[in-house]
């Protein structure tokens, strides 16, 4: 890393960033999920679609990418996701997407990974898309939304899936979205400032109440956007919460919120890190930039306001990743 004086070398200093990243939060929009569910998309965001979702390619992304030092960037699709209403509707999309990604990451080797898409609420489709996701595409690991059809991810129908995936020992990352109940709770004001990153903590909550969790031991979980309002409320989650948690969580609330993963997209501030660091050691902790929703260039710069040792900066940027996700060539 380039250092200006003897003190920014054990300092991020105020423009330090690792020399080459890793991106475990970066998104895909594949010509044809844009075509068939334009109208559901801009219906998801108050009406409007913002030019990122209408002027992404890949190769603006690897332009993007190139700039900013990110090797390697893991694949997922935002929130809508491809649940509309239709079971086979929905494992068709979920099928092309991740056929669309592999495909990225085959044409461009060591440039893409792959969180593959699932068509959940349908559990049967879902438990046929992780097999085909794992052992035809190789997939990096799974992207879930934090809800479905307004049934969070430790809602008893999904059980199958989660049995599935923690069987097979896998890495999930946790995109957020708004649930239908939240979507016109405050009119005029967009869902992605407040319920946005709190149904990241809806997500987590219903994990913990239903003892997905703990049940699921060998799940890696990735959280989004430094956890959303999650590392904030632990405090309350543990203080109120209901007596049958003892029984679902017995290792305790802290505990399970340790094993989680946290990734940094739009969290460039110091309080959402300070928060964070508190909750979890610098090895649970990811660059991601929620690209192309937002600049790559914010997460980017982000890490400098955060006054990290180089050691740490490289860790979030590089090291981490690749320890949680050995099976990525950005190391080639």
């Given at each position: ?61 690897l332009i993007a990418m190139d700039e900013h030092s990110v ?262």
């Amino acid at each position: 890393m380039a250092t200006s004086t003897k003190t920014d070398s054990k300092r991020g200093g105020a423009h330090a960033a690792p020399q080459r990243l890793i991106d475990v939060h970066h998104h895909i929009i594949p010509p044809f999920y844009l075509a068939e569910n334009r109208e559901r998309i801009a219906g998801s965001r108050g009406g409007a679609i913002t030019p990122a979702w209408l002027e992404w390619t890949p190769e603006k992304a690897l332009i993007a990418m190139d700039e900013h030092s990110v090797a390697t960037a893991v694949l997922s699709l935002s929130s809508p996701g491809v649940w509309f209403g239709n079971a086979e509707q929905a494992r068709n999309t979920s099928r092309r997407s991740n056929e669309y990604g592999a495909e990225l990451g085959r044409k461009h080797p060591g440039r893409f990974g792959l969180f593959a898409t699932l068509p959940l609420p349908d559990a049967d489709g879902s438990l046929r898309e992780i097999e085909h996701a794992f052992e035809v595409l190789k997939a990096d690991g799974i992207g879930l939304l934090t809800c479905y059809a307004d049934k969070w991810l430790g809602d008893p129908s999904y059980e199958p899936v989660f049995e599935e995936l923690d069987r097979r020992k896998a890495v999930v990352f946790v995109h957020p979205t708004t649930p239908t109940c939240c979507q016109t709770l405050m009119p005029g004001v967009a869902t992605v400032v407040a319920e946005v990153p709190q149904d990241t903590t809806r997500a987590v909550i219903s994990m913990l109440y239903s003892g997905t969790l703990a049940r699921c031991k060998n799940i890696r979980f990735i959280l989004s956007h430094a956890g959303g309002t999650l590392p904030v409320i632990a405090g309350r989650i543990v203080n109120y919460a209901p007596p049958l948690l003892a029984k679902n969580a017995p290792q305790g609330v802290e505990h399970e919120l340790k094993r989680f993963y946290y990734d940094l997209a739009i969290s460039g501030n110091r309080p959402a890190f300070a928060a964070l660091a508190r909750l979890v050691p610098m090895s649970q902790i990811l660059f991601g930039s929620d690209h192309p929703y937002r600049p790559l260039v914010e997460s980017v710069e982000g890490m400098s306001n955060f006054n990290l040792s180089a050691a740490d900066l490289r860790a979030i940027g590089w090291y981490n990743a690749l320890a949680l996700l050995p099976t990525l060539e950005a190391v080639r």
